[in-house]
């Protein structure tokens, strides 16, 4: 409770609420979000079973709608309700409901006053008699299935962590000094996990529950931080780019406290995954937990960094030192160039960040080396192709002697600031040769 304000936090949506309470896993499922795909069969079935397993506590919340578009229809906007039931009938779909108000009900299809809808059998069936609910509101009513995905807005679900053998957390920090404010273009300060995970034959399901701590109420109450996390499948190696390579499993920024991604395994074997944390428009400095949840064996931990020591370098790309890309023989002679000396073999990282509204790329070049590099020796090495604001080269063992590094726009007459950030295991000799 303490992550969350207290026990007098504001209340929000069930799933959040019950995993204050309970430590049930919760679910948001968006029935009408153009970044959340829905499929009415298969998630009627899916609530079906799971709720008739005890698997899962389920609610459903109205969107926003007018005074009259409630009235007519007898629901509250933006309003949550308590699923009691889930029901099939000769291929009829029902959800039992109840407004936590005991009172006001839905007034569509299959409501007490429909009475023509209710066939004896039915009343039967789903143990209801419409002329005996017509004498009292209690808050309680069916509806169909078609009509709650078209009328309600959001599914909520609690699930018991109990479904899952194995389970650890992580408590961290982001900084809100580390990194830009968007990570549209680098994740290289964005919080990394490695997740490997043992599947057995027949497949399993790995969950990750990510939670945003919440110190103040008002925080809660006005919630402004939009967080996700974003699954790649990369050996567990750290990601610098956000769509390169791109991800396995791509996050939606929701301004919840709570952020859930599935990931379903079908084959057998070793299975490793890198776990990034992404925020929209990060402003503030936010405390988290990571919880995975599942069904088979697995390690989990921070993405170790081998690099002991950082140096910053601020430069500028400024008039005639604006020289461009190499496509531009003339001038890209005169971008910056930084040199630095390596005494032992190691691997280095190189950051280069920039405005955003220009691609930028880095070169090295080996002016000389002490003894023989064998297979680590080259004559140039680049960051690839030009990214905008931000770009890396990471090479995992360079052997001793003395590089130019030249960093540049793609093209010429780019003018602005920029840091180019050199990470290493053993402290480097650099100094800016133009």
């Not at 009938?89 to 039992?96: A, D, I, P, S, W």
């Not at 996990?193 to 034959?201: A, T, W």
């Not at 990060?282 to 405390?287: E, G, L, S, V």
Request: glycine letters at 8%; one cysteine or more; aromatic letters at 14%.
């Amino acid at each position: 409770m303490k992550v969350m304000g207290g026990y007098d936090f504001p209340g929000s949506n069930s799933n959040i609420d019950l995993h204050a309470l309970t430590g049930w896993i919760p679910e948001r499922i968006a029935m009408h979000s153009d970044n959340q795909t829905f499929n009415k069969d298969s998630s009627f079935r899916m609530l079906y079973q799971r709720f008739h397993k005890g698997d899962v506590l389920i609610t459903t919340a109205t969107g926003v709608m007018t005074d009259e578009e409630g009235e007519h229809w007898g629901l509250v906007p933006t309003h949550a309700y308590a699923v009691l039931d889930i029901r099939e009938y000769k291929g009829l779909r029902f959800l039992q409901l109840k407004n936590p108000w005991s009172h006001l009900r839905w007034k569509g299809r299959y409501s007490e006053n429909d009475i023509k809808s209710w066939t004896p059998e039915l009343q039967k069936y789903l143990n209801f008699d419409p002329r005996t609910a017509q004498k009292i509101d209690n808050g309680i009513f069916w509806i169909a299935w078609e009509d709650l995905y078209k009328y309600y807005d959001v599914i909520y679900l609690s699930w018991n962590p109990g479904l899952f053998k194995e389970s650890t957390c992580i408590h961290s920090t982001w900084d809100a000094k580390q990194g830009p404010v968007k990570d549209a273009y680098s994740l290289a300060n964005n919080p990394q996990y490695r997740l490997e995970v043992q599947c057995p034959q027949g497949g399993a399901a790995v969950w990750i529950l990510l939670s945003r701590h919440i110190t103040d109420k008002d925080d809660f109450a006005h919630n402004r931080e939009f967080i996700t996390m974003v699954v790649y499948k990369t050996d567990g190696k750290k990601i610098y780019y956000p769509a390169d390579p791109p991800p396995y499993v791509d996050g939606i920024r929701i301004n919840s406290p709570h952020y859930l991604t599935k990931i379903t395994l079908t084959s057998p074997g070793t299975h490793t995954f890198t776990l990034v944390v992404s925020q929209y428009e990060k402003q503030n400095t936010i405390h988290y937990t990571l919880r995975v949840y599942s069904a088979c064996k697995f390690t989990f931990s921070k993405i170790p960094t081998p690099y002991a020591v950082s140096k910053r370098m601020n430069g500028q790309w400024k008039g005639h030192s604006a020289g461009g890309c190499g496509n531009f023989r003339d001038t890209c002679k005169n971008n910056p160039i930084y040199q630095f000396q390596m005494d032992k073999t190691g691997p280095l990282l190189l950051e280069l960040r920039g405005p955003r509204q220009y691609s930028v790329g880095l070169e090295v070049v080996t002016v000389s080396s002490i003894g023989d590099p064998g297979s680590l020796g080259f004559q140039k090495k680049n960051s690839g192709d030009y990214r905008c604001g931000f770009c890396y080269l990471e090479i995992e063992n360079i052997s001793p002697g003395t590089y130019n590094i030249i960093p540049s726009t793609f093209l010429p007459q780019q003018e602005g600031p920029f840091f180019l950030d050199f990470n290493t295991a053993i402290p480097l000799k650099i100094s800016q040769l133009q």
